[in-house]
């Protein structure tokens, strides 16, 4: 089979019964090397990880669709956008009105359609982990192996979905909710996204303790699944986390 096969239940045969998919999700938190050497061993179904990913990103949806409105969200989101918002000002009121209601919906299908994002997400990322891992550290993990692997590393970001959406149902303020940083897991949540320069508050929003605590398990989980060194799981996946951010935070500084 190609290395590139994506496992979506089970593996082949295994060296025995490994851990349930309930165990493997509790001790991601608890002791993760298990979980990545039991997925090593073969044992790479994910749906539940995955199940437990859209139920609080519809938690959240729920959430702000009751509380804040998606006529709100894509007002707010242009508001904070100074280009967005002078571009907003000079447009005919009938462009106006087009302008809105597509960013209205755009917004909430992306919200919506979390299911196929996700896999998608976690699709490309695996890849380029993949080859990262295989060809620059002379790793031997399959393509499954580390989708499933994210999966589970991935659980830490429900921390930041589900306090998002308890900070929209407990907060009395729709008009300052923000999208793009819903949840106080990150020091740009406690900046004005209007009267912080973009490129540091792109740079604050990055430093995100859910996504640091992500790319620490990404970064354990592919070393033990390719069977290299750790530090080299952590040179992959910090590495490619540091170049998104320059270059996000480079557009910010760039655009003004």
Known sequence: MSDLEIHPVAAAATAGPGLSQVERVTSTFSAPSKVFEDIRNGHRSWWLPFVIAVVASYILFTAITVKVGWAQVADNAVRIDPKAADKMAQAPPDQRAMIM??????????????????????????????????????????????????????????IQTLLGAIVVFTSGTPETFNLNNFA??????????????????????????TTIWTLVLLSIGLAIVAKVKRSSGYIAVFGWWAIIVIISVGYKAAAG
């Open 101 to 158: 209601k597509f960013t209205q919906y755009s917004m909430e299908g992306a919200v919506a359609a979390s299911p196929i994002l996700i896999l998608i997400v976690v699709a490309l990322g695996s890849l380029v982990l993949w080859g990262t891992i295989n060809f620059v550290f002379g790793g031997k993990a399959t393509f499954g192996s580390i989708f499933a692997m994210w999966m589970y590393a991935s659980l830490p970001r429900l």
């Open 184 to 209: 106080p897991t990150n020091l740009g949540a406690f900046l004005s996204p209007t009267d912080t320069n973009a490129a540091l508050y792109k740079l604050a929003t990055a430093l995100d303790f």
